[in-house]
């Protein structure tokens, strides 16, 4: 494996995604992110930079060998507000109602944060689905009181 390889994939997991949803969000084939990360192929050069904006890092990151990750202290308000919402049970409203009915006033529990994406969980009519939510997408959250 090749240091782009390997930080593709550090990143894609500590972001909670699978190969699937990964390449669903870069528009290619799970077999060319295993590829990428395999280090058989490197990625279009068009991709690097979807490639760090989906993994919240820096093209410098990516390319250089010797390029640092990004200081997680340099994080902004509504970042920090969202992880420390990990755990919590909400209800989102989105700008587009029709973006993704599954969670279409629906109580979510935020699985996991980080950056642009959050993973979450909800109880549906299908049963329990966990989907990747884009934050640009929620136009607002409303915090769900769980009575114990």
Request: aromatic fraction near 8%; charged fraction near 35%; charge should be negative.
């Amino acid at each position: 494996m090749n240091q782009l390889g390997e930080k593709i994939a550090r990143k894609r997991k500590d972001l909670g995604m699978t190969q699937n949803e990964f390449a669903d969000k870069m528009c290619v084939t799970r077999q060319t992110v295993s590829r990428w990360e395999a280090g058989t192929v490197y990625p279009d050069i068009d991709k690097i930079s979807d490639i760090a904006e989906l993994l919240h890092v820096s093209c410098d990151y990516l390319l250089k060998d010797e390029a640092e990750e990004e200081n997680p202290a340099a994080v902004s308000g509504i970042s920090r507000l969202l992880k420390n919402a990990e755990g919590k049970t909400v209800r989102f409203s989105f700008f587009d109602s029709e973006a993704d009915p599954d969670l279409y006033k629906t109580d979510c529990r935020i699985i996991a944060f980080e950056g642009n994406w959050m993973k979450v969980e909800a109880e549906t009519k299908k049963g329990t689905v966990e989907k990747l939510v884009p934050v640009s997408s929620v136009l607002s959250l409303e915090f769900v009181r769980e009575d114990a």
